[in-house]
């Protein structure tokens, strides 16, 4: 019956393919069947095919719905919504979609932005359209708001758009159920509960001469007992070594002491609060100790909140010469070998904690940190960003907040950050060594050099250092698809996989198979390729990856030159394959041409342009490999090089010290300026990743011949 059908909806497209209504039937069949692929290809035939912007927007909803469904074009399914919407802006549906996309994702941010401009401009009674494109109704674009919310930070928005859904809508099952279940667990922190809730123990805390700093007063009360900021990640446990420091008058430690902690160091230096403080938490596993910690053991001006009448600590009339002890002193002197949560509210005095001097000890000692850093002056600002290159980079698990509790972690290594914010809360869990070394950076990257064939690459660039390659390498010729995949296997799915390395990638016949073997297990791709070794087939089938940005990433393709610097041999094949990327790289996320020089003629046809980079001594490399290659040493003008002198210089990318090389053999080679193999890391055939790479901020000498190279 069904094959009647699909021969004659067939019968009657190929009597007409253009029809609109011939692709539209053909779409709905293979929808309905549940054959995604032809299913697709008929939507966006027919959305391409009719004048009415209503079929067309539904049919490309529906089509990267089904994308969707196939669940590795990421990259089309969003751009398919986008596109609706903007055929049909004031229509809901798009909104839903995408936001419940960018949910999906988990990019919270977008979802939110999304769903609130569809809250505001659709149409909310809009006609249905004849599409299912799993709109459940106005409702969803609520509900992906009221998620999203919750997720960027903004409880109170979430739990109110939770309750709105809960008593004023008609909820389908799937969508009651998941409100009640996030009310639930709204429900579960603290945050965002009323005053009127609080337990009498709060209402009746004695706040002593600090209630009279109505700001003050108000916002400790907020933080700690409402919002219970300290413990928003993790919790003081029954038995922990509690540091309290920037104790004032003792919220926190009160709000704890029915946790059971083992034992709590408070630290207030101003004398009524600290007299405040000793009545409030006065116990036997209590210690109070009226000195801040300092820079110095001793007596030194610091920042607090001495004058009741300033609302910023940091101001002059709010500083005062106190009694301060250095940390590692009061460590020492009190025999303490373990801090399980380390408190900190301390106006700036966090920085005197979290020196150079005590990282070693804070890292192997100190479980769980969460406290106020400030970065309300200039000076404040160059330590903060001391402390977020030093151990945020350390410590690797840590969440970033801003005071109004949005989620910032994201913004962290961009210096607008340092500029905008005064002051952020920040919780570090350290209570799991991480062994992940890689986590310093946000690019981590491994290179595939997939053959070294005796004689080098055969494209043969003048300005690399092949002859190097040949002489330091002796090993596997050829990458084998196996070894590939058992290296694959072994990689945090984040590490992204670049095909490039030390000769063109292609001249491995089962590249196309790696590549499509890395990004089927999540990785992120990107590839540097001549095309040389390529058939036309592997530019179709590699098209659809959705290719990594920068640094150093996309699909580059090196086209060739008209000095010849790139030696590509230009065979009928290699036209082809250029004509295919042609025919496709409008398509290929994130691809671009270069080239050593203006693009040479017989290939100008097809891409008349490309970029040209800046060449360097690929970390000296070259030097020795013009004494070798007599066409490099004619042109040795042509590239820059660089020297840092003695000193020991470590890697400046962004990629860290993570951008590192697999030989055909499995070894690892520590970068591509690596050419003469000086630095092998070790074998991954044979060890884990995690022993190969090496901890960051090493320093190599190949860095101190490298643009790269930086300070340790
Ligand atoms: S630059 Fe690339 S294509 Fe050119 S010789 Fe080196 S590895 Fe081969
Ligand atoms: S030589 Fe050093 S600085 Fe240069 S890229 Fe390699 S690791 Fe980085």
Redesign the pocket.
Same mark, same amino acid.
């Given at each position: 019956m069904n094959d009647n059908i699909l021969t004659d909806l067939l019968y009657k497209y190929i009597n007409d393919p253009d029809d609109f209504t011939n692709n539209l039937n053909l779409a709905l069949h293979y929808d309905g069947i549940e054959q995604t692929a032809s299913a697709v290809s008929y939507y966006l035939r027919s959305s391409e095919r009719t004048d009415e912007d209503i079929l067309k927007y539904q049919c490309l909803l529906r089509a990267g719905i089904l994308f969707g469904k196939q669940g590795c074009r990421n990259f089309t399914v969003k751009g398919l919504f986008q596109h609706a919407l903007t055929i049909q802006p004031t229509r809901p549906e798009g909104y839903f979609l995408l936001s419940r996309f960018y949910e999906k994702e988990e990019n919270y941010h977008d979802a939110y932005l999304i769903a609130s401009i569809g809250e505001k401009v659709s149409e909310q009674n809009s006609e249905p359209l004849i599409l299912n494109v799993e709109y459940p109704g106005f409702y969803g674009i609520l509900f992906e708001k009221a998620v999203a919310s919750w997720w960027v930070g903004l409880c109170h928005e979430s739990r109110s758009l939770l309750e709105d859904l809960y008593e004023n809508y008609d909820l389908d099952g799937i969508h009651m159920q998941a409100v009640k279940n996030n009310l639930q667990r709204l429900s579960e922190t603290s945050k965002g509960l009323h005053l009127v809730y609080l337990p009498k123990k709060y209402r009746d805390f004695d706040w002593g001469v600090a209630a009279e700093n109505e700001w003050f007063h108000k916002r400790v009360a907020e933080e700690v007992f409402i919002d219970n900021v300290y413990q928003k990640f993790f919790k003081v446990e029954e038995g922990d070594i509690v540091f309290d420091v920037g104790a004032s008058v003792g919220p926190f430690t009160h709000l704890i002491k029915d946790q059971k902690p083992g034992k709590i160091y408070c630290f207030e230096p101003h004398s009524q609060l600290y007299q405040t403080l000793t009545r409030n938490v006065s116990d036997e596993n209590v210690v109070c100790v009226n000195q801040a910690i300092g820079p110095v053991t001793g007596e030194f001006e610091c920042a607090g909140l001495f004058n009741k009448d300033l609302l910023g600590s940091s101001e002059r009339e709010n500083r005062q010469t106190i009694p301060v002890i250095k940390f590692n002193d009061f460590v020492k002197q009190n025999n303490i070998t373990q801090i399980d949560f380390l408190k900190t509210d301390c106006e700036g005095g966090e920085y005197d904690i979290f020196n150079d001097e005590n990282m070693d000890w804070i890292s192997e000692n100190v479980s769980k940190i969460a406290g106020e850093w400030h970065l309300s002056s200039p000076e404040l600002k160059i330590k903060f960003r001391k402390f977020r290159d030093t151990y945020l980079r350390e410590f690797p698990n840590f969440e970033i907040y801003s005071v109004d509790y949005v989620d910032m972690k994201w913004a962290i290594w961009d210096d607008w950050f340092i500029d905008k914010y005064q002051e952020v809360n920040l919780y570090i869990d350290n209570r799991e060594k991480s062994r992940d070394k890689w986590r310093v950076t946000k690019w981590p990257t491994l290179e595939f050099t997939t053959s070294i064939p005796e004689k080098? =690459?055969v494209?043969? =660039?003048a #300005? =690399?250092p092949?002859r190097t390659l040949e002489k330091s390498y002796t090993g596997q010729r050829m990458m084998t698809l196996d070894n590939f995949k058992s290296v694959v296997d072994k990689l945090p799915k984040e590490i992204r996989v670049t095909f490039a390395g #030390? +000769?063109?990638p292609w001249l491995n016949k089962n590249c196309t198979d790696m590549l499509l073997y890395a990004d089927e297990k999540g990785h992120p791709i990107s590839v540097f390729t +001549?095309g040389i070794g390529m058939k036309v087939e592997d530019v179709y089938r590699l098209k659809d990856v959705p290719y990594a940005g920068n640094p150093n990433g996309g699909f580059v393709l090196?086209l060739p030159d008209q000095e010849r610097i790139?030696k590509h041999p230009v065979t009928s094949n290699y036209i082809k394959v250029l004509e295919a990327f042609r025919e496709v790289c409008g398509e290929i996320q994130n691809f671009y041409t270069m080239s050593m020089g203006p693009v040479l003629d017989d290939v100008k046809h097809i891409f008349p342009q490309a970029s040209v980079p800046e060449f360097w001594s690929r970390a000296g490399n070259l030097m020795g490999e013009a004494m070798l290659k007599p066409e490099l040493y004619n042109l040795k003008d042509q590239f820059k090089s660089i020297y840092h002198g003695e000193s020991p210089k470590t890697c400046g990318c962004l990629e860290d010290l993570y951008h590192n090389i697999v030989l055909p053999n499995g070894d690892v080679s520590l970068c591509c300026m690596d050419y003469g193999l000086k630095h092998i890391l070790g074998n991954i055939y044979e060890q884990s990743y995690e022993e190969v790479i090496p901890k960051t901020k090493t320093c190599f000498n190949l860095c101190r011949f490298c643009e790269n190279g930086v300070n340790p």
């Open positions: 080098g =690459c494209v043969d =660039c #300005f =690399c092949q #030390f +000769t063109e +001549t090196h790139a």
